[in-house]
């Protein structure tokens, strides 16, 4: 059985920081684009960072700088250290593959992890 497991969430004041960890299993994830993902509630999920099996990563211009995400293929983990943390950053996030890992043809995507930036 597939699954994602987003963990590492939870309440940073602006301009701290968070590691958010996706462990994979019933899934070898070394040879997938894996990303991150964030949704907030009645909105678009988002598309916040990426990296190749071969380690090339890329962002989007809104978290380009502060955002990090590197991967364990040992371990089919991948990670996203977030810095210097924004309000507008609060939501849920999720990591999946890019295109979004199917089970009979639909799109899978993990229970994520809600992260809140407030003072």
């Known amino acids: 059985q597939v699954q994602l497991a987003e963990s590492g969430g939870g309440l940073v004041q602006p301009g701290g920081s968070l590691r958010l960890s996706c462990e994979a299993s019933?899934?070898?994830?070394?040879?997938?684009?894996m990303a991150w993902y964030r949704q907030a509630p009645g909105k678009q999920r988002e598309w916040v960072a990426g990296v190749s099996s071969r380690w090339n990563t890329r962002y989007p211009n809104s978290v380009k700088g502060r955002f990090t995400i590197s991967r364990d293929n040992a371990k089919d983990t991948v990670f996203q250290q977030m810095n210097s943390q924004k309000p507008e950053d609060k939501d849920v996030y999720y990591c999946?593959?890019?295109?979004?890992?199917?089970?009979?043809?639909?799109?899978?995507w993990g229970k994520g992890t809600l992260v809140t930036v407030s003072s």
């Open positions: 999946n593959a890019d295109p979004a890992i199917k089970i009979e043809g639909i799109d899978y």
């Open positions: 019933g899934i070898t994830l070394r040879l997938n684009y």
